[in-house]
């Protein structure tokens, strides 16, 4: 089993900067790769962006590419997510998963999952 906890959500203006973290304990010798999702209200639960755990590959969501960042702290078992020029938009509650296998036909299928952290961005 894996553990996973967000924290750095908030109420920012837009335009403003977050920096999400995700901390990961449990079984982590396993994870391929870690990612963000986020959800709005009224909306499905969309990809943001994922890293791969040992090659430090990074892949984003088109809506936030040039904004977010994704990065990784192997030695902490945390991933991160820095978000810039935040948009209204940006809104939605911001998860945190790990993936412990490559899915090439399902990349988006993800094991294990964090509660969530709230992100409001205010026009």
């Known amino acids: 089993q894996v553990q996973l906890v967000e924290s750095g959500g908030g109420l920012v203006q837009a335009g403003g900067s977050l920096r999400l973290s995700c901390a990961a304990s449990?079984?982590?010798?396993?994870?391929?790769?870690m990612g963000w999702f986020r959800q709005a209200p009224g909306k499905e639960r969309e990809f943001v962006a994922g890293?791969?755990?040992?090659?430090?590959?990074?892949y984003y969501a088109d809506s936030v590419k040039g904004r977010f960042i994704i990065s990784r702290d192997n030695a902490k078992n945390t991933v991160s997510l820095q978000m810039d020029s935040l948009k209204p938009e940006d809104t939605a509650v911001y998860y945190c998963?790990?993936?412990?296998?490559?899915?090439?036909?399902?990349?988006?299928?993800?094991?294990?999952w964090g509660q969530g952290t709230q992100v409001t961005v205010s026009s």
């Open positions: 998963a790990s993936q412990l296998l490559p899915r090439p036909s399902k990349p988006y299928e993800y094991d294990y």
């Open positions: 449990g079984r982590t010798g396993s994870t391929y790769a």
């Open positions: 890293i791969r755990w040992r090659t430090s590959t990074t």
